[in-house]
């Protein structure tokens, strides 16, 4: 009887330590894949042009889909903005700037520009971007992504696109993540634009701090800040008190890559996490490529606080596409 009673013992306490093992590396919760995605003029050319090129750019991170936890995949800032010269190529393809491509597009649809500029008092530039949000843009974000998420069967962070504020005639730039069966799961703004963004350029509305939010998902909380809100604490604290999980930074870089570009863009989430332990992971897509005139460069990463050097994973190249994959919370990364 001792015997058994012996075995018995040595049996729990073997199972114990199993238990033990088990709970130093728990099982991934979800897999992250940042798109590293390379944009050009030439893919705007038509709605089904653009849902092949966006099926194409994903294509790399749909073939390291996880097969038995969730899969997120999160695509850089600006994807949609080439929407607004969707169908118009053939005024466009010899435009030197974005600026002359954009006002080309004006030019053909002067009447409903203007009276959107007088009727709701504001810029040529807006009422651009708001005429296209009612004519093809909007729509055509929102059907390519959805369709995609469902298609693949993944959480998709659709980068961003000037998009039109539900019920307004506000236009932001929006970011949206859908879910695996393509509903959208949440709209976030961004609240401190640059240059590019601003009266002189885009002539965006900047979003609220008290409008954003995380969404709810199986793998955590997951909240979104827009390229520079990054690098501002009122945002990061924002998600944070909302009970953030992950945190996405879709980007786009409108300048070369240079080493001093690379010691600024450390000082956002790559450093701000470190204070901000309970983020997992911070999740930074970054475009690659031009639109006319507007060069764009980076290295996308994902970064977290429980990595020696903060970097989970991140791309060599600043110029070329690819996509940096991480388990969580493992956090066991490879960067391609």
Known sequence: ????????????????????????????KVRIIAVQMKVDVAMYRNLAVFRNAMDKAMAPAVARKARTVPTLIALPEDVGLGLVLLNHLDLVKDAKTFRDAGTAVGFRYGADVYENSVKHNISQTRALLLTANDKWLRQAYFDTFSYLAKKHGVYLLAGSAPLTKAGTTSVRNISVLFGPDGKILSQTSKVHLIDLEGPEGLDLEPG?????????????????????????????????????????????????????????????????????????????????????????????????????????????????????????????????
């Open 208 to 336: 609220s701090i008290n409008e954003l939010r995380v969404a709810k998902t199986l793998f955590g909380k997951v909240g979104v800040t827009v390229c520079w809100d990054g690098f501002f604490d009122d945002v990061l604290d924002r998600l944070v008190d909302l009970g953030a999980d992950i945190i996405i930074q879709p980007s786009f870089n409108p300048q070369v890559w240079t080493p001093e570009q690379e010691t600024d863009w450390e000082t956002g989430l790559h450093a701000r996490l470190k204070s901000r332990p309970s983020v997992i992971a911070g999740v930074n897509p970054m475009m690659v490529g031009n639109l006319c005139d507007i060069v764009c460069e980076g290295r996308t990463n994902i970064v977290g606080a429980s990595a020696n050097n903060g970097y989970l994973g991140r791309m060599k190249s600043a110029t070329e596409p690819g996509v940096v994959v991480v388990d969580l919370p493992a956090a066991v990364g490879a960067d391609r």
């Open 1 to 28: 009887m001792d015997r058994i009673m012996m075995l018995m013992a040595c049996t729990a306490l073997m199972g114990a330590i199993g238990s033990a093992r088990c709970a130093e590396k728990p099982a991934p």
